[in-house]
């Protein structure tokens, strides 16, 4: 998942970007909140980590859903696979 999220150009800077996973969060889907990082190199308050957008990872087929281009109404779509 992270790999498809930094191929895809879907966050700013990869290394003030984390990665807070929750298993099962749904029948079936992993969810991986996809958040700034705070603190050292990154600017900003290490208490706070601003959710960016969300994934979920079906458990079976591996396949994401995230709701990138609409984080805040968490409209999901179809992210590609990520490549070797």
Do not use: W
Request: glycine share 8%; aromatic share 4%.
């Amino acid at each position: 998942m992270k790999k498809t999220v930094e191929q895809e150009k879907l966050t700013i800077d990869p290394k003030c970007t984390d990665y807070l996973f929750t298993a099962n969060a749904e029948a079936g889907l992993d969810l991986v909140d996809v958040v700034e990082k705070h603190g050292g190199e990154c600017g900003g308050s290490p208490e706070i980590q601003h959710r960016l957008f969300s994934v979920y990872v079906d458990q079976v087929t591996h396949q994401m859903l995230s709701d990138k281009d609409d984080p805040a109404n968490g409209t999901l779509s179809l992210l590609p696979a990520s490549k070797p």
